[in-house]
Antibody, heavy 123, light 111 residues
Framework: QVQLQQSGPGLVKPSQTLSLTCVIS??????????WNWIRQSPSRGLEWLGR?????????HYAGSVRSRITITPDTSKNQFSLQLNSVTPEDTAVYYC?????????????WGQGTMVTVSS | QSVLTQPPSASGTPGQRVTISCSGS????????VNWYQQLPGTAPKLLIY???QRPSGVPDRFSGSKSGTSASLAISGLQSDDEADYYC????????????FGGGTKLTVL
């Protein structure tokens, strides 16, 4: 079955870059139907979609307006994974971060989620 | 402030039926399907309902969903103690380049 395994540091200093990775098993990051998403959850902002990457004869990425100037989501086909980079973090970026798959095929659902990574932004 | 609106809390006794509402707008629920998630403490959200009323395999038929206009509902019948969790609605929003939007969550307490 499809699984997503997240990794990355749990503590990031203000103004630095938050980097997380999501390894995919049971599916391919190059799938022509799925999209690969990052979502975060905090008490103040609730569940917040950050962005996605996907392959449809070429790679594309879309980002939420709230983080568009600071975020990059990139696929790595050699390792079948995708990554999140969020620059210039502040304490407001403290949250649990999740990767998730939308399996496409017209179903429009985030059906598989990673286990979550608690990231604290603090000096 | 979440884009989709849910009541912050709901409660019921074992065996009862409870419903949780989710209100959106013409750019999300009004034109796209609704998903529901169950989140137990310390775990990731789990897909409970997709395409308004479809259950993934393994989800009991005690859980059902419906949609009308720009609102949706999740119903849980035969309430059990391990249904105590947070429940979230979600939908794709066609604003701008598109994005996933979520409700603020409803904490269900089984009395």
């Amino acid at each position: 079955q499809v699984q997503l395994q997240q990794s990355g540091p749990g503590l990031v200093k203000p103004s630095q870059t938050l980097s997380l990775t999501c390894v995919i098993s049971g599916d391919s990051v190059s799938s022509n139907s799925a999209t690969w998403n990052w979502i975060r959850q905090s008490p103040s902002r609730g569940l917040e979609w950050l962005g996605r990457t996907y392959y449809r004869s070429k790679w594309d990425s879309h980002y939420a307006g709230s983080v568009r100037s600071r975020i990059t989501i990139t696929p790595d086909t050699s390792k079948n994974q995708f990554s999140l980079q969020l620059n210039s973090v502040t304490p407001e970026d403290t949250a649990v971060y999740y990767c998730a798959r939308d399996d496409g095929r017209g179903l429009v659902r985030l059906d598989i989620w990673g286990q979550g990574t608690m990231v604290t932004v603090s000096s | 402030q979440s884009v989709l609106t849910q009541p912050p809390s709901a409660s019921g006794t074992p065996g009862q039926r409870v419903t949780i509402s989710c209100s959106g707008s013409n750019s999300n629920i009004g034109i796209n399907t609704v998903n529901w998630y169950q989140q137990l403490p310390g775990t990731a959200p789990k897909l409970l309902i997709y395409r308004n009323n479809q259950r993934p395999s393994g989800v009991p038929d005690r859980f059902s969903g419906s949609k009308s206009g720009t609102s949706a509902s999740l119903a849980i019948s035969g309430l059990q103690s391990d249904d105590e969790a947070d429940y979230y609605c979600a939908a794709w929003d066609d604003s701008l380049n598109g994005l996933w939007v979520f409700g603020g969550g409803t904490k269900l307490t089984v009395l």
